[in-house]
């Protein structure tokens, strides 16, 4: 166990439907980021948090959006689901900046059918 | 644009031998960090070693043990005394100085066989 909980594993849902994807970080970690894992996009940076505030943003859509809330965990937001957006996200963490090295947690794989 | 190039997709070693797996990268900055990750069948991204670019000394973390030459902008990872339990995906990332954003390579996919 990694210390990074992400919820639900799997995900099953139709075409134009919206899916919340949760993260808690590691106690003490402040940082959360989410990672798309695709097998045409490889791993791809979507957006970074820190203590309930954005810091950076990478390929995230628009149909896409994410928060942290004050308790420290993260929800990622996927609305009008394509086949496209089928993938494996990843939530990871940090105590602050992420030089040392980020611990991830074991993804949540959305399938859209 | 910083890019990491893996040229290797898939790689085999046998139990106990050593294998080089390798990672280029580009990047016109001079402060940054370079990292392995492993990924197992489970998926769960593992750390498995991180450098410095402002360090000479190249890491090491017990059996894995890295070639760093920045110059060249090449960073391999070593595993000695292979064990079946080192099979797993492996992805070389890099992280400019000024950013927390991880950039990944495609990975290569080692088997380790007994």
């Known amino acids: 166990d990694s210390g990074v909980t992400q919820t639900p594993k799997h995900l099953i849902t139709a075409t134009g439907q919206r899916v919340t994807l949760r993260c808690s970080p590691r106690?003490?970690?402040?940082?959360v980021y989410w990672y798309q894992q695709s097998l045409d996009q490889g791993l791809q940076f979507l957006i970074q948090?820190?203590?309930?505030?954005?810091?950076a943003k990478g390929n995230i859509l628009e149909r896409f959006s994410a928060q942290q809330f004050p308790d420290l965990h993260s929800e990622l937001n996927l609305s009008s689901l394509e086949l496209g957006d089928s993938a494996l996200y990843f939530c990871?963490?940090?105590?602050?900046?992420?030089?040392?090295?980020?611990?991830f947690g074991s993804g949540t794989r959305l399938t859209v059918v | 644009a910083q890019t990491v190039t893996q040229s290797q997709p898939e790689m085999s070693v046998q139990e106990a031998e050593t294998v080089t797996l390798s990672c280029t990268y580009d990047?016109?900055?001079?402060?940054?960090?370079l990292f392995w990750y492993k990924q197992p069948p489970s998926r769960q991204m593992i750390l498995v070693i991180r450098?410095?670019?402002?360090?000479?000394q190249n890491a090491t973390e017990n059996r894995f043990s890295v070639n760093f030459q920045k110059a060249a902008k090449s960073f391999s990872l070593k595993i000695s005394d292979s064990q079946l339990g080192d099979t797993a995906m492996y992805f070389c990332?890099?992280?400019?100085?000024?950013?927390?954003?991880?950039?990944f390579g495609t990975g290569t996919r080692l088997q380790v066989f007994p």
């Open positions: 990871a963490s940090s105590e602050d900046r992420g030089y040392y090295g980020y611990t």
């Open positions: 990047t016109s900055e001079n402060n940054y960090y």
């Open positions: 990332a890099f992280m400019p100085d000024n950013t927390d954003k991880l950039i």
């Open positions: 106690s003490g970690d402040l940082s």
């Open positions: 450098q410095e670019a402002y360090k000479q």
């Open positions: 948090y820190y203590n309930g505030e954005e810091r």
